[in-house]
């Protein structure tokens, strides 16, 4: 988290948005309590199981899939990025 904010904090925003993406992903398995994120594709890691679970909720997961979509991007708009900073601290932080 602290290095993608230092990115956004320099304008790099783009190379921010994988390091959130990360983040989330990584506190998603810590949630469900696994030592590291499966291998089969997010959404349906999160939709297939842990929304079922009642692990993650399904906009908690639409949160990781927005930043995961947005870490593709070359040009992310500094208004997005800051939300997906924002939605990524909440997550890792509850």
Request: glycine fraction near 6%; hydrophobic fraction near 60%.
């Amino acid at each position: 988290m602290q290095a993608g904010d230092v990115l956004i904090a320099s304008d790099c925003v783009a190379e921010a948005m994988p390091l959130y993406a990360h983040a989330l992903l990584a506190a998603t398995a810590v949630r469900a309590g696994l030592d590291a994120v499966p291998e089969t594709g997010a959404a349906i890691w999160l939709y297939g199981d842990l929304v079922p679970r009642g692990v993650v909720s399904a906009d908690d997961a639409a949160v990781l899939l927005r930043a995961q979509a947005l870490a593709m991007l070359a040009d992310v708009p500094m208004a997005l990025a800051m939300q997906v900073r924002d939605d990524a601290r909440r997550f890792v932080e509850t």
